[in-house]
């Protein structure tokens, strides 16, 4: 027989105590996911005790399972369009809704975190590839709370692993000449200016022929197609001005209606090319190359150049110092270099007195 404390009722259905209440003058059925009478009886009293308060919200943040969390950060990202939508997707679709997807956010908290974080590593998961799927987990919390109505009332720290796998890749100038030969016609005017502005591959994929200006020698990028999300402006210098030239008198003859600056050889916009990447480098001998590296070492060769560091920044579209000094990498070439001048200055030194 149903038990009714006052102002509401329990129930059972089967072996579960359910419980009635009212809210805003509607009937609202919740189960207890107990089979204990007294959990029911306690629930009860909690949330007539929220809508007395006025701290009800309504059973979703209870209800609200971490797939539907999920689905809030893919939203965010498609509504905001951003260009690691399809990494994030694949992330959650092999990692974090097969293992998490079904538990609820009421009941999802630190220890979750790291038995998450154990699983990950038992299964040899890079530091960095665990750490993407716990900023998604962080951020779906956020946007949990963040909902009107709340889906989540609480978000659980989540804590990093430390990451040590920051790659060390550069080109010297005589490796760039080898890549650079070796190389498909269509592809070299990318890596020349990747090598000398540090470019990103999807802004420079992203360039219109409305994007450049030979006469002031500039190249734009534009806010969308830039990660930061900021306009920011390229020199056209050295081998980008015959590169840039070159492209343009073929992109005239051949394809005038093409306003993309990269093609694939036959007309059509380019958008990747890691295949001819990969055997290229095979050629030259750089085995293991990502184009990404001409990042890296176009940053470096602009300090080595003795250009300011904020300008460099600027370049390259460096926001923060952190990302910016990783990239700014001492090799040992630095370092013979820097004792050869010390050696000189201490002569020097010596000569004086």
Known sequence: MARKPKSGSIYQRNKVWWIKYYAKGQPVYESSHSVRPEDAERLLRKRLGDIATGAYRGTAPERTTLNQLFDLVVADYRENGKSSLKDVVGRLRLYLRPRLGKLRAAEFGSADVRRYKSMRKEE??????????LSILKRAFSLGSRHDPPLVHH??????IPENNVRTGFLEKADYDRLLAELPAYLRPALIIAYHTGCRLGELMSLRWSDVNPASKEIVIRAEYSK?????VLPIYADMTGALAAQKAERDEKYPKLEWVFHDGNGNRLRTFYKAWHSACERAKLDGRLFHDLRRSAVRNMVRAGIPEVVA???SGHRTRHVFDRYNIV???DLAAAAEKMTRYLAAQTEVK
């Open 155 to 160: 978000n659980p720290p989540v804590e990093k």
């Open 313 to 315: 920044m600027a370049i």
């Open 331 to 333: 090799t040992d070439k």
């Open 228 to 232: 930061n999300k900021r306009h920011r």
């Open 124 to 133: 040899k998961a890079a530091p960095a590839s665990i750490n993407r799927e």
